[in-house]
């Protein structure tokens, strides 16, 4: 139980258009997501926070006009990669609270975005 | 703010040999949670194991445990018996009441055979 599905696993775009990233609670409702950059052999950075039917909230120095996150069910959040560049170029991962486990959190599968 | 850091880039251990990893965190808040995740080249993040900062007793789950020294700041994780399966990355990460999580830098683990 307890899972996140995330889509597309991979994807390659040119630069200068934007790219949807999906992340869909199977199993439960995810009231809160959080979503998250990892460059090559780095860790996780957080980006943002997205509630359900809020606005996110975006962590310092993540520009909210390039990543447009929306979370308008509950079981539904969504990253779009605006008029994305090269640098853009990452491992996108999403993740979700379990409410009904005692601060539980299961994680989407990842997406890899490259910009060409 | 809130820091993690893991000091050791790479390890490697025998398979069926014992390794501990090494975290410590920074923060002022009094409750908190410290995970240990696991992240094979699939790249799907595995929960190994978690701690309660209230919780005195150590957690353990299986072959893993870990070393929780709250005054330290310290929360390292043993794997006992290591398995090839066992070859990823870790991650220790902090999490508390505002539900965001620290991640440290990792530690990448080989497990030889």
């Known amino acids: 139980g307890a899972v996140v599905s995330q889509h597309p696993s991979r994807v390659i775009c040119k630069s200068g258009t934007s790219v949807k990233i999906e992340c869909r609670s199977l199993d439960f409702q995810a009231t809160t997501m959080f979503w998250y950059r990892q460059f090559p052999k780095q860790s996780l950075m957080l980006m943002a926070t997205?509630?359900?039917?809020?606005?996110?909230?975006?962590e310092q120095g993540v520009e909210k006009d390039k990543f447009l996150i929306n979370h308008a069910s509950l079981t539904l959040s969504t990253l779009t990669v605006t008029s994305a560049h090269p640098e853009d170029s990452s491992f996108y991962i999403c993740?979700?609270?379990?409410?009904?486990?005692?601060?539980?959190?299961?994680f989407g599968s990842g997406t890899r975005l490259t910009v060409v | 703010a809130q820091t993690v850091t893991q000091s050791q880039p790479e390890m490697s251990v025998q398979e069926a040999e014992t390794v501990t990893l090494s975290c410590t965190y920074d923060?002022?808040?009094?409750?908190?949670?410290l995970f240990w995740y696991k992240q094979p080249p699939s790249r799907q993040m595995i929960l190994v194991i978690r701690q309660e900062a209230y919780k005195q007793q150590n957690a353990t789950e299986n072959r893993f445990s870990v070393n929780f020294q709250k005054a330290a700041k310290s929360f390292s994780l043993k794997i006992s018996d290591s398995q090839l399966g066992d070859t990823a990355m870790y991650f220790c990460a902090f999490g508390n009441n505002f539900n965001k999580f620290y991640f440290g830098s990792g530690t990448k683990l080989n497990v030889k055979p």
């Open positions: 923060t002022s808040e009094s409750n908190y949670y």
């Open positions: 997205s509630n359900e039917g809020s606005k996110a909230t975006y």
């Open positions: 993740s979700a609270r379990v409410p009904e486990l005692n601060y539980g959190y299961t």
